[in-house]
């Protein structure tokens, strides 16, 4: 399964952000690959609340990021975009840490920390840009930042239009009444 998502990574650049996303996505919790999006099913589109529905998910993120991106001109050779869309592709990626784990509200926080520790390794990432991508991939649930069942933790809140690109697209993909091939 985890090749399911290599070929949206073709798109990203420059080649180290590229490279980053594409390790990402491989250190990714083996569960990732394997979970529903949605075990309530009350967020998510039935094809996404079966196995394997967290991919599935992943590329309809995916490719609603690139639509808003076109739709407010982002070109694809824009660092801007290619920041959007690796976050889009690594926004999940700690949802589930272990096969039948339910989803984890610090999930956000959990995978922009993964991505840090990776950051580190490829210096040719622009500063900005590697801020940019943790920021769109902890603030990704929007005004959906707390919760009662983890009171303690209080999500950051969208600042800038990579975190409003990113939010924007998550919650688009997850309504059931858009369909996204």
């Not at 001109?73 to 999940?92: C, K, P, W």
């Not at 940019?132 to 800038?160: D, F, K, V």
Request: proline share 7%.
């Amino acid at each position: 399964m985890k090749h399911a998502l290599t070929d949206l990574v073709e798109v990203i650049f420059p080649p180290g952000l590229r490279k980053l996303t594409a390790r990402a996505l491989l250190e990714a919790p083996t569960a990732f690959w394997q979970a529903p999006a949605s075990t309530s099913g009350k967020y998510h589109k039935e094809d996404e609340c079966a196995p394997g529905g967290l991919v599935l998910h992943t590329r309809r993120v995916f490719r609603m990021a690139q639509h808003l991106c076109d739709m407010y001109g982002i070109r694809e050779n824009a660092l801007l975009r290619s920041v959007v869309l690796a976050a889009a592709l690594l926004h999940d990626t700690h949802k589930v840490q272990a096969e039948g784990e339910h989803s984890r509200f610090d999930h956000p926080l959990l995978a922009a920390k993964a991505v840090a520790h990776l950051l580190e390794q490829y210096p040719s990432i622009p500063p900005h840009a590697g801020a940019q991508l943790l920021a769109a991939i902890e603030s990704h649930m929007g005004r959906w930042n707390t919760s009662a069942r983890c009171p303690g933790i209080r999500l950051p809140y969208p600042e800038g239009e990579h975190c409003w690109l990113l939010h924007t697209a998550d919650y688009l993909a997850s309504r059931k009444d858009v369909t996204i091939e």
